[in-house]
């Protein structure tokens, strides 16, 4: 018998794991297979080859992807034909406030954005100066600059008059060259890196925002399950969806309500040619 497990990490296939099964006779509770490894067959699917499988014993099987995935990733469960799936599945969702709040933490670590400490400690410093200080500054900085007296300047300022045009010209054109000041494309060019790492910055807490959002209406567990088909007697499919709050679950059984709607998860079975829950998952939709 080949035992498939599908893993995602954020509803996104993930490759290069390393997962382990446990099998387990459910009838006597012994452990049958213990933590072997599986093989990895691409876009997320790893499976494993169980050769000693019976029609006449039920199996408890349990696929974990590794410390690479975290929460309701990490696990993938199946069973044979009298196995309780719904059971198996509704631990998916029992995650605590501890793991949501760690989950924030390391996402905000990730990011490595400031404080608000960090900022207070940069900003301090601007406002740390005294009258005397600037006082002082502004004396040195009229005895470098040296400016011309009277005299100076009403000699300097009667020659203008008899300046030229192309003359005044002339020296204006040295003077912007000798001050070489940036042009409005060289502007353009330098703020728009600054404005790009800034929209890159929004775009980040936007999806932080977003992966808060989803975690916090999983924690909530005010969930929808509607949409669900069939084949034969065989569940192969259901759409989930997330709420922020109770009250909005009972207006969504119509199936069209989406006030107070988080995140819609498709949930997909697969089965064998003889009927037996071959694989289970979940995957975000929107």
């Given at each position: 018998?080949?035992?498939?497990?599908?893993?995602?990490?954020?509803?996104?296939?993930?490759?290069?794991?390393?997962?382990?099964?446990?099998?387990?006779?459910?009838?006597?509770?012994?452990?049958?297979?213990?933590?072997?490894?599986?093989?990895?067959?691409?876009?997320?699917?790893?499976?494993?080859?169980?050769?000693?499988?019976?029609?006449?014993?039920?199996?408890?099987?349990?696929?974990?992807?590794?410390?690479?995935?975290?929460?309701?990733?990490?696990?993938?469960?199946?069973?044979?034909?009298?196995?309780?799936?719904?059971?198996?599945?509704?631990?998916?969702?029992?995650?605590?406030?501890?793991?949501?709040?760690?989950?924030?933490?390391?996402?905000?670590?990730?990011?490595?954005?400031?404080?608000?400490?960090?900022?207070?400690?940069?900003?301090?410093?601007?406002?740390?100066?005294?009258?005397?200080?600037?006082?002082?500054?502004?004396?040195?900085?009229?005895?470098?600059?040296?400016?011309?007296?009277?005299?100076?300047?009403?000699?300097?300022?009667?020659?203008?008059?008899?300046?030229?045009?192309?003359?005044?010209?002339?020296?204006c054109d040295l003077a912007f060259t000798d001050y070489n000041p940036p042009t409005q494309?060289?502007?353009?060019?330098?703020?728009?890196?600054?404005?790009?790492?800034?929209?890159?910055?929004?775009?980040?807490?936007?999806?932080?925002?977003?992966?808060?959002?989803?975690?916090?209406?999983?924690?909530?567990?005010?969930?929808?399950?509607?949409?669900?088909?069939?084949?034969?007697?065989?569940?192969?499919?259901?759409?989930?969806?997330?709420?922020?709050?109770?009250?909005?679950?009972?207006?969504?059984?119509?199936?069209?309500?989406?006030?107070?709607?988080?995140?819609?998860?498709?949930?997909t079975a697969s089965y064998t040619a003889g009927d037996n829950l071959a694989g289970f998952?979940?995957?975000?939709?929107?």
């Amino acid at each position: 018998m080949l035992i498939s497990a599908f893993f995602t990490q954020t509803g996104v296939p993930t490759e290069g794991l390393s997962p382990t099964i446990r099998i387990r006779d459910l009838t006597t509770g012994s452990a049958l297979i213990t933590d072997a490894a599986m093989t990895e067959k691409g876009d997320g699917w790893y499976a494993y080859a169980y050769g000693a499988y019976s029609v006449n014993t039920e199996y408890g099987i349990r696929c974990d992807a590794g410390s690479e995935l975290n929460g309701y990733d990490r696990y993938a469960f199946a069973g044979n034909e009298d196995f309780d799936v719904p059971s198996a599945v509704a631990g998916l969702n029992n995650v605590s406030g501890a793991d949501v709040n760690a989950q924030c933490d390391t996402a905000i670590a990730d990011a490595g954005l400031a404080t608000y400490a960090d900022m207070v400690s940069s900003f301090s410093g601007l406002n740390d100066i005294a009258p005397a200080m600037v006082t002082n500054a502004t004396e040195t900085a009229l005895a470098l600059y040296d400016g011309p007296t009277h005299g100076e300047m009403v000699s300097s300022i009667s020659g203008l008059n008899n300046l030229s045009s192309a003359e005044a010209n002339a020296a204006c054109d040295l003077a912007f060259t000798d001050y070489n000041p940036p042009t409005q494309a060289e502007m353009v060019s330098s703020f728009s890196g600054i404005m790009t790492a800034v929209d890159s910055v929004a775009t980040y807490v936007d999806n932080i925002n977003s992966f808060m959002a989803r975690i916090a209406g999983l924690n909530k567990e005010n969930m929808m399950t509607d949409q669900v088909r069939f084949t034969g007697s065989n569940m192969t499919q259901a759409r989930v969806r997330c709420f922020s709050s109770s009250a909005f679950v009972p207006a969504a059984i119509d199936g069209s309500e989406t006030a107070g709607l988080i995140a819609t998860y498709i949930s997909t079975a697969s089965y064998t040619a003889g009927d037996n829950l071959a694989g289970f998952w979940m995957e975000y939709q929107a």
